[in-house]
């Protein structure tokens, strides 16, 4: 590992005490012209995402997808099992009767595009089970706010950022994390 | 990100322009003149599918009208269509005060800018119930089986010892054939809870445009009370409401979520005239604080009940169509199969207008953030569940006589234009802004 230190990127860590504080930092910090890579809280703050500049998640359409995925599944499996393996009259109806299939294909729907959506999820976001993730600050699985600058995608020197993340209410002196 | 605050007008009223008021009642005259039209046609036996029938389905339609059916009165397209109008409307005239209440009990903030709008839906009720009256009276021989008395007589051929065993549910405590009391009080009933609640609910909210101490929550909490009252009877008078004057129409059949079903039908079309609404109004220049974030909230409520529609319908389809007894299953036939086959278009055309056509048109955010997608949808849905009610209602009624042409546009057109007329009258009359509701600020800020 020790090796590898020049890779690591360099990120510039503010901690603030409040939500309000660390909403408004966001977008006055911007606004004095530093890129904010991400903000970490220990609960989800209403468009955060937007504030910081995110572009909109991309999971619907992963949603569709797999939906339309497990519809088309479930669809060839009714069509397999009642139509060609097995036929079977129920009710008096065709063997192969188009409205029996709604409640399978829904639920093949709902299930492929639920699990789905959990694989998108861990995929993008390089997590998965027993995972530990990389942490700026323990402190934001409590009670602290931490706003990540990284410094490779700004041109402002550290001086000049740690001023301007103290300027909007950063609670303690700005520390630089190596990941 | 509504994060300037910005200040809006929130003693705006809106003005029923003498302009609107013209073309409403100019769409109330066409609407009349091709509901006379329309009733003389049906009246000399044009413009109906009967002589459709007669030369390609007679042979059927004969051998189906046994022993012990009733001789077709060419005048029951035209209660039918009255009878067919009136629920639709009462309906969606409750489901603006029971949107109010739900907002009241769910302590929900964003929909305060908007609750004038769908608390103004109520003052059609006493023309609906007018008109029910009316029809009833005049013809609910044609429109309902079960009042022939002549099924309820011992021993004779037309005995029907199903409906006898339903009597009580219609004629108690009076004997079964003579006068239907009990549905009779249930009708008078119903109208009268409904339109009481709605006008308790409605001036406990106009009074609270008055009050004169910052803080004063007396009527907010008054409402929330009434709001909670009005829920529960509404669950259970819906419900019976949908049983007595729309299944009651096919007597000899029933099914079990039928209230549901009705609850789900209306609901969705008056969520559609509420959005309309909003947009309407937002186009003219009202309601500033209302953005897509509002409307957002407006297209997942349509989204939402346009699927849950589609899982009542279908449940209900499914289920009774694949069992196949024949007591259930008559139900589908007459919609399907029989009477000439009139119908069988309309159920398929039903569920992809209802359901394949909202739930692709307002799957995205983005089309239920703008206004033009909605006004295309709700419009759609609210044609949609009319011809749901048509497919209700019809059948059981017109037979194979049944059909779509000036009668029906008319009667229409008539009960749309009153219902818009009302609606907006009863718009100009307060406040447009619920300006005092407490939670106010939070619908200004609403952001999703």
Request: glycine residues 8%; aromatic residues 16%.
């Amino acid at each position: 590992m020790a090796t590898h230190t020049s890779d690591k990127k360099k990120y510039l860590v503010g901690i603030y005490d409040h939500e309000e504080t660390v909403v408004s930092a966001v977008k006055k910090v911007q606004n004095d012209g530093v890129k904010v890579d991400e903000v970490y809280s220990p609960h989800p703050i209403h468009h955060i995402d937007v504030y910081i500049g995110h572009p909109r998640t991309k999971i619907p359409i992963a949603a569709f997808m797999f939906g339309a995925t497990g519809t088309t599944l479930a669809v060839t499996m009714i069509v397999f099992m009642m139509r060609i393996d097995w036929p079977m009259i129920i009710g008096g109806k065709n063997a192969f009767y188009p409205p029996t299939m709604v409640p399978v294909s829904f639920e093949g729907t709902v299930l492929i595009a639920a699990l789905g959506m959990v694989a998108t999820f861990l995929v993008s976001n390089l997590m998965g089970p027993g995972k530990q993730e990389f942490m700026f600050d323990r402190r934001t699985t409590d009670d602290k706010y931490a706003l990540v600058v990284d410094l490779d995608k700004n041109t402002k020197s550290i001086e000049e950022i740690e001023a301007i993340l103290e300027k909007h209410g950063a609670s303690e002196k700005p520390r630089v994390v190596e990941r | 990100m509504a994060e300037a605050h910005v200040h809006y007008n929130l003693e705006e009223r809106y003005v029923f322009t003498p302009e609107q008021k013209k073309k409403l009642l100019m769409g109330i005259g066409i609407g009349a003149v091709l509901f006379v039209i329309g009733a003389i046609l049906v009246y000399l036996g044009v413009g109906s599918h009967e002589a459709h029938g007669a030369t390609h389905e007679g042979a059927k339609g004969t051998a189906h009208a046994g022993a012990g059916e009733h001789h077709y009165n060419p005048l029951t397209r035209i209660w039918a269509n009255l009878w067919l109008n009136g629920t639709f409307f009462t309906y969606i005239a409750a489901m603006g005060t029971l949107f109010v209440a739900i907002q009241y009990v769910a302590y929900a903030g964003w929909s305060a800018s908007i609750r004038r709008v769908s608390e103004s839906f109520g003052a059609f009720l006493p023309f609906t119930g007018v008109v029910l009256l009316i029809t009833f009276f005049v013809g609910g021989h044609d429109l309902f089986h079960w009042t022939h008395h002549d099924l309820y007589e011992k021993g004779t051929k037309t005995f029907d010892p199903i409906l006898n065993g339903k009597s009580a549910f219609f004629f108690a405590p009076l004997q079964a054939g003579s006068f239907p009391l009990f549905w009779f009080i249930r009708l008078i009933a119903y109208f009268g809870i409904w339109y009481t609640l709605y006008t308790v609910i409605r001036n406990n909210s106009v009074k609270e445009d008055y009050i004169t101490q910052k803080g004063d929550f007396t009527y907010h909490k008054k409402n929330i009370t009434f709001s909670a009252i009005f829920i529960v009877i509404f669950g259970y008078t819906e419900s019976t409401s949908a049983w007595d004057w729309i299944m009651s129409i096919d007597a000899h059949w029933y099914s079990t979520m039928f209230g549901w079903y009705v609850f789900a039908s209306t609901w969705v079309s008056a969520l559609a005239i509420l959005t309309l609404a909003v947009v309407f109004l937002k186009d003219q220049g009202y309601l500033k604080m209302v953005n897509e974030n509002h409307l957002h909230d407006l297209g997942k409520f349509m989204f939402a009940f346009s699927v849950f529609w589609t899982y009542i319908w279908f449940s209900q389809f499914l289920l009774q169509n694949y069992s196949n007894i024949p007591e259930e299953i008559v139900y589908w036939d007459e919609r399907m199969e029989k009477l000439g086959g009139v119908y069988s278009p309309l159920i398929i055309f039903n569920v992809a207008v209802n359901f394949i056509f909202p739930f692709l048109f307002l799957m995205t955010r983005d089309a239920k953030r703008r206004s033009i997608f909605l006004k295309v949808t709700a419009f759609g849905i609210l044609m949609g569940h009319y011809l749901d009610f048509y497919v209700m209602i019809m059948p059981g009624t017109t037979k194979e006589h049944g059909g779509f042409f000036i009668l029906e546009i008319g009667t229409v057109l008539l009960f749309a234009c009153s219902f818009v007329y009302v609606f907006a009258t009863t718009l100009a009359k307060t406040n447009l802004i619920a300006k005092n509701h407490p939670m106010m600020e939070e619908s200004l800020h609403h952001n999703i």
